[in-house]
């Protein structure tokens, strides 16, 4: 008896071990050519050679953004083995060519600027979403088996948070005249302290700039069309991503290259309100792990997941850690009492749903992420345009 029992114990994990390579082998030899939008990009660049290096043919579209990537389009390092196309998502004949004979498609060509969509409303919209509408168009004719799009943590708004007496608060907004007065913390209905909790996908989104609207619309009309055409899809919702070859002549976007591009020239890092305002920081290796499950895990189709570390961290944390790490300790960030409209006070990821259905596991810590991040920084150079991008928001009146 007891012998029989563990040989039913020995055999059966390799039953299931053996049905999963099969699974496994089955839906890699489904899916062999990706195509990514998007895919000269920051996160992008890093999916592709993550993809080629596990086998997968790499197809990328791209139309080389200047404000990404400079004036020259240059192919990022190391692209071997990836094919480049310079295209625009916006133009029907450059997807059509882009999409020939792949299986599935990384949706991540879009305009990353939270401040600035608030003024280039129309080249926001036209861009995230109807970019996404063309690419979703051609679908329609040209299936794909399985489509992942890159979503965000904006669309969120304020985080979770919960009041001394237990309860959860689900909206949470600061009016202007708070702000004014720099009372950065958001309080409840009755004017009660709170306290900022890990937020789950179950919080309903609450929209606050053009880009986070349009992050919604690229999320939503890719699971609508997906589960209409049966396309299998997945939406990932990024939060702070971080790493090397990270844009550093963008100042609308990326709160550390931000930072880097300062130090970098000498100067200090600035930071709006107190500096208390926690993030979730993700480095892009763990990113591009949870791609990948999405590309790969039968559970992941047709939900959205959040993809940050677990951790928070304040902003002026991370730019201290910058400077210490980069051996300039001097540039003591710069607490300007400033506020940018539509910012949210705290917002980190509950990542509990991505642990148990895509079996995603970050891995990097911000001290390693950061230290990888600041060798690759000593060989770059960094156009800081922080401050005109800043005078741009306080011109329009979205910065205080
Ligand atoms: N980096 C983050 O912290 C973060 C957080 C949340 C969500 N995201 C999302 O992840 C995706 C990738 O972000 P990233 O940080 O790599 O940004 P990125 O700006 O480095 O990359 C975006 C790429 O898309 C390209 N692109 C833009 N418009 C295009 C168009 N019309 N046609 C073809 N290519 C176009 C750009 O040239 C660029 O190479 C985006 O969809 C972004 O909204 C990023």
């Not at 579209?61 to 400079?70: C, E, R």
């Not at 088996?145 to 979503?151: D, G, K, N, P, W």
């Not at 990097?364 to 156009?383: F, K, N, P, Y």
Request: hydrophobic fraction near 40%.
């Amino acid at each position: 008896m007891g012998a029989r029992c563990s040989d039913c114990i020995r055999s059966r994990p390799k039953q299931v071990l053996f049905a999963d390579v099969k699974r496994q082998l089955k839906e890699r030899t489904m899916i062999r050519r990706v195509l990514i939008t998007g895919g000269a990009g920051f996160i992008g660049s890093h999916l592709a050679r993550e993809l080629v290096r596990s086998g997968y043919t790499v197809r990328v579209l791209d139309n080389f953004s200047a404000q990404v990537h400079g004036k020259s389009s240059r192919i990022p390092d190391q692209f071997e083995n990836i094919e480049v196309i310079e295209g625009d998502v916006r133009t029907r004949a450059h997807l059509k060519h882009a999409l020939r004979d792949v299986d599935a498609v990384y949706h991540l060509a879009a305009s990353v600027g939270v401040g600035q969509s608030m003024y280039e409303v129309h080249s926001y919209v036209e861009n995230n979403t109807l970019g996404t509408a063309n690419l979703l168009q051609l679908l329609i004719e040209n299936p794909v088996e399985r489509l992942v799009v890159a979503s965000s943590m904006s669309l969120y708004g304020e985080g979770l948070y919960k009041s001394a007496d237990g309860r959860v608060h689900f909206e949470t907004r600061r009016p202007l005249e708070r702000l004014k007065k720099k009372e950065w913390e958001p309080l409840g209905a009755e004017g009660e302290s709170l306290s900022a909790l890990p937020t789950p996908e179950s919080k309903r989104p609450d929209l606050a700039s053009i880009y986070a609207l349009s992050k919604y619309d690229q999320e939503m009309m890719c699971l609508l069309m997906g589960r209409t055409y049966r396309i299998p899809t997945v939406a990932l919702r990024f939060f702070n991503v971080y790493g090397t070859g990270q844009s550093l002549s963008n100042p609308y976007t990326g709160v550390m290259a931000i930072f880097a591009s300062r130090l970098l020239n000498g100067k200090t890092p600035s930071i709006f309100e107190d500096g208390k305002q926690m993030r979730d920081f993700v480095h892009v290796s763990d990113v591009v792990q949870a791609c990948r499950l999405a590309l790969e895990g039968p559970q992941a189709v047709d939900h959205a997941f959040n993809i940050g570390s677990g951790e928070q961290i304040t902003i002026q944390e991370v730019a201290l850690r910058m400077a210490e790490a980069m051996g300039k300790p001097h540039l003591v960030p710069e607490i300007t009492g400033q506020y940018r409209v539509g910012d949210i006070r705290h917002c980190f990821a509950d990542i509990s749903l991505a642990r148990t259905l895509l079996g995603y596991r970050p891995r990097v810590s911000m001290e390693s992420g950061m230290r990888e991040l600041i060798e690759w920084l000593a060989g770059q150079r960094a156009v800081d345009r922080t401050q005109e991008a800043r005078e741009e928001l306080a011109v329009k009146g979205l910065a205080v």
